[in-house]
């Protein structure tokens, strides 16, 4: 669905939810894998095994544009049965999209809802990302849906997860993963041995694959970056690697969680050094390209009108209302989900970047960035791999 958005010129796409979103992936990859009650959107074809490799960042424009880096993932967008490119969820960040996949649903329903957001009640900033006990908010509460993966064990479907030892037992896998067995990997060659041993070893199996390297070479030195085109080499490699050591009956997806852009210094607006966009502000979370502000009572007309005149062509402005009626975060949106999101949303477009120089000092840098609805962020790669009989 494309939909006019207040406080800019082009009109953005809603994320496909029901039909051809990330959080239809994993009902329907456990759909193909005979799971009953699943609902398979996506119409995959049926396997006794499935793997889902997802490369964080690596969007469906960045990678078209970068496709003579990476020979195997090209054969799969040129193959006869290619699959469109999915979208990503809202805003297209990794905490969102990591358990959009893990929960088949809509952010709207899972209550993950950005980068950074303000637990409700308190002026608290939770980072999703790298949330740790300060915060007082227990993943399980947060995020109490039922996850695919503990839907895949209860249908007889043993699942693996495979990412980085750093992850393990977070509070973010822990939202996004429970229920799955954890393999640790911490490097390319790591992810490719233990994903093949584990579909190996069982005859009906999901198995989950994260690397998250490509992305921290777009943040650090963009996605036009030869570190970028470089890593993607590596991880076209991964790829054909674990395709080529599939088992009988089996399919290999390669997704990601979001694309990205390469901030323009020109289009930079520090959010700190214009005292109109603190009128009315308790706190400013989310990330540089899609701002989530929560107002005093009673603001948040007055503070959207002012960042809208402020930032003018930089972002998009709108209500949380306004956003949750355009659809981005899902069909439906939780009323104590609605709490997490800001009274006001900026959602950058161009190469803008909506930064605070002092509170983020680190991200505020960053080359690369992402959270918008700009299709190079918001497209992402269905590629398809399988295995006969």
Known sequence: MTTAVPGGDAPFEAPRYGAGSLADLAPSVLASLG???????????PARRACVLLIDGMGWEPLLAAREHAPFLSSLIGAPAA??????????TTATSLTTFGTG????HHGIVGYKVVVPGTDTVLNQLRWGAEA????????????VYQRAERAGVATGYVASAAFEGSRLTRATARGSSYLPADDLT??????????????RSLVFAYHADLDSYGHLHGVGSDHWRVHLGQVDRLAEQIAGALPPDTALYITADHGMVDSDPGQRVDLEADPELRRGVRVVAGEARMRQVYTEPG?????????AERLGPAAAVLTREEAVAAGYYGPATDGAVRERIGDVLAVARGAAAL???AAEPAESRLVGQHGSLTPAELSIPLLAATTAT
């Open 190 to 203: 790591s992810v490719a041995v233990r994903v093949s041993a584990e579909l190996a070893a069982r005859e």
């Open 83 to 92: 699959r469109p490119p999915l979208t990503a969820a809202f805003p297209t």
């Open 136 to 147: 007082g908010v227990e993943p399980e509460e947060w995020q109490p849906l039922t996850t």
């Open 299 to 307: 603001a948040a007309e007055d503070v959207r009108s002012a960042w």
């Open 35 to 45: 799971v009953p009650g699943e609902p398979n959107a996506l119409g995959l074809p």
């Open 105 to 108: 649903a809509a952010p709207g």
């Open 355 to 357: 930064v605070l120089p």
